[in-house]
Each structure stands twice: as C-alpha cells, then as structure tokens.
C-alpha cells in the first residue's frame, strides 16, 4: 500500500468518525440543558423511539419544542401543525421533558395540547436513580 493510499483511507476514516459522533449527539442536545429531570426510584428503561419528538418543559411555562422556544400558550398551534404537515405522524411518540421544579399545570397543558394535536403516545422523561446514591 501506498503512503498516498493510505493517507485517503485515514481521511476517510476520520470523516466517518466526525460523523458519528456529530448524529450520536443530536439527540441529546434535545434534551435542555436547562432542564433538571425529576429522579424516580425505579423504571422501565425503553430504548429511544425511531419516530419521536422531544418537548422540554421549562420551570416558567414556556416550552422548547425541538430547538424552537415557545410560549406556552403557543404550544397547542405548534403540535397541532406538526401532525398536520405530516412531520409527526400517529406512530410519533412525543417525549415530555420537564424540570423537576416546574408546576404542574404547565406539564399538564402541555400533555393536554398534544391530545388535542392528536398525539396518541406520550411519554414523560426521568432520570432514574442510581443505586446507593
């Protein structure tokens, strides 16, 4: 093998680790930084749904839907487009991230407005604890 040849494939080689590193962590920059999940003793750990959107829930009622900050009053049209566009279809499964420190009733309105969208699956993100901590 050739030293030219061989510097293409290290090329190559590193092309497709930048790569995989940059799609791994699109998903996780989804979830805000922001927001502080609440900690449950114990859960089903289920692996991340092919079709899913990600909602996170700040503590003041305002809402990022993907990368987009929302008032929360907005939140109802948002979703409600989305299935419309087609970009969420009925296997989407809408993943509700909010802060522990958040009330209730925003969490809430936003589960309510994913109804009226027609989200049909709805799930509410945790971290779960770990042992002897």
Do not use: C
Not at 5 to 10: E, K, R, T, V
Not at 16 to 22: A, E, G, R, S
Not at 33 to 58: G, H, W
């Amino acid at each position: 093998m050739s030293a030219g040849s061989l510097s293409s494939m290290i090329d190559i080689v590193f092309l497709l680790i930048i790569f995989f590193v940059v799609t791994a962590s699109f998903d996780r920059e989804q979830i805000d930084a922001e927001v502080a999940l609440p900690t449950v003793d114990s859960a089903a750990i289920k692996s991340l749904p092919p079709q899913r959107l990600m909602v996170n829930v700040l503590t003041d009622g305002s809402v990022k839907l993907g990368f987009l900050h929302l008032p929360a009053e907005e939140v109802a049209y948002r979703l409600s487009g989305l299935m419309r566009s087609q970009e969420a279809g009925t296997d989407t499964v809408l993943i509700v991230s909010g802060d522990r420190d958040t009330p209730h009733r925003h969490i809430s309105a936003v589960m309510n407005a994913a109804a009226q969208a027609g989200f049909s699956q709805v799930r509410i993100n945790a971290e779960v604890k770990m042992e002897g901590k």
